[in-house]
Nanobody
Framework: EVQLVESGGGLVQAGGSLRLSCAAS????????IGWFRQAPGKEREGVAC????????YYSDSVKGRFTMSIDDARITVYLEMNSLKPDDTAVYYC??????????????WGQGTAVTVFS
């Protein structure tokens, strides 16, 4: 069974940082694209940061570029999203996903359950 399990969400003051984690089982992070997405109430799900394969290119949306960093551990079973200088507009449920193409959520086949991030000022 393919499972993606996220953790690390929570409540944080504007300007602070959070590090989200996504652990995979039943699937490899080596061969397929990996993405972090978010969805705020009343808004469509959007791509935040993605790693394409096989080139490993890292895409970041304009709204998070320079503040968020996506990485993968040496064992290739956990991906991370380091979020710095958080803003209230970053408030959303964050999802990890894999077996996609670029950073369009409609392209991804497997999703985690989501972890909520709330940024207050």
């Amino acid at each position: 069974e393919v499972q993606l399990v996220e953790s690390g969400g929570g409540l944080v003051q504007a300007g602070g940082s959070l590090r989200l984690s996504c652990a995979a089982s039943g699937i490899s992070f080596d061969d397929y694209a990996i993405g972090w997405f978010r969805q705020a109430p009343g808004k469509e799900r959007e791509g935040v940061a993605c790693i394409s394969r096989p080139d490993g290119f890292r895409y970041y949306s304009d709204s998070v570029k320079g503040r968020f960093t996506m990485s993968i551990d040496d064992a290739r079973i956990t991906v991370y999203l380091e979020m710095n200088s958080l803003k209230p507009d970053d408030t959303a449920v964050y999802y990890c996903a894999t077996e996609g193409l670029d950073c369009d959520p409609d392209d991804y086949d497997y999703w985690g359950q989501g972890t909520a991030v709330t940024v207050f000022s």
